[in-house]
């Protein structure tokens, strides 16, 4: 089983934090979220990765060569910002006529990876949405068979998202499809989604889709989702190995990767930090903190730290008399 991970986007709405690092890369309880998606497909049994970079690639390839020296994998390069469907089509020679697995780069599901690749049709991941107008959109039938999918819909036929996760069994067909998609005009935004090759594939070809609903969708795009992602991963995979930091307390859930040195501060809860970051004298809650950066005399909540990245804060010297309100904001 092959898998194809298109990370090649900007990550523009989680700018200025993208600027200098991918947003695949973006720490979130204790791993990135690329490692995340990987290691869930390594679980289930896939052998082998193609991954499409783009921007900030060469970070990317870092990684995985770092991260997984003994993974079997490829890179492929989408220079032009063409959409998901262009990203897979550019990996039409490194997939030969076999099922494969799409998986978004910034897509963190929970959901039964095994029982998908014993699907004897393809399937595309689902999830029910109060506004599904930004996302694509599926129209199911009897049994979850799926008749139409669409791309960002002004007015949705339903309210079932695609959250990213898709099964290919017909890989050959799927080509074949982009490859006449690729002909036509492209969405006014200059993109070709692989939402039009699918819809391609089960109107023209007749392939058969089923939807198969995944049971939690961690949203990573934007700076407050991602903060709720981090959390809800953090509770599920509580680190206690992190309680060894000088005068400081914990307030679990918390990762805290290794080299890190903490002295006199609150650290918790929903925090994640990375490598070999110094904290001293603050108090971080419901935020994620890259590696090697320095705080000190911060109060930090609901904040995205990057990598390398120095905070001060400032200190006071109050003398307040009673019934005093004092807003230091």
Known sequence: MKAIIPVAGAGTKLRPLTYT??????????????????????????????????????KIQDYVAHQYPQLKCSFVTQNDRKGTGHAIWLTRDKIEDEEIIIVLGDTICDYDLKKVFNSPVSLIGLQKVDDPRSFGVAELGENDKVLHVIEKPLIPKSNMAMVGIYFIKETKILFEALDAVLQKEPMPSGEYPLTNALEFMICKNGVRFDAFKVNTWFDCGKKETLLTTNATLLKKTDNRSAEAQLDTVIIHPVSIAKGCVIKNSIIGPNVTIGESTKIEFSIIKNSIIGSYAELEDVLLHGSIIGNDAFVRGSSQSLNIGDNTEIDLR
Request: zero cysteines; charged letters at 15%; proline letters at 5%.
């Open 21 to 58: 690092q991918p947003k695949a890369l973006i720490p979130i309880a204790g791993k990135t979220i690329l490692s995340v998606i990987v290691d869930q497909l390594i679980d289930a049994g896939v052998s082998e990765f193609v991954f499409v970079i783009g921007y900030l690639g060469e």
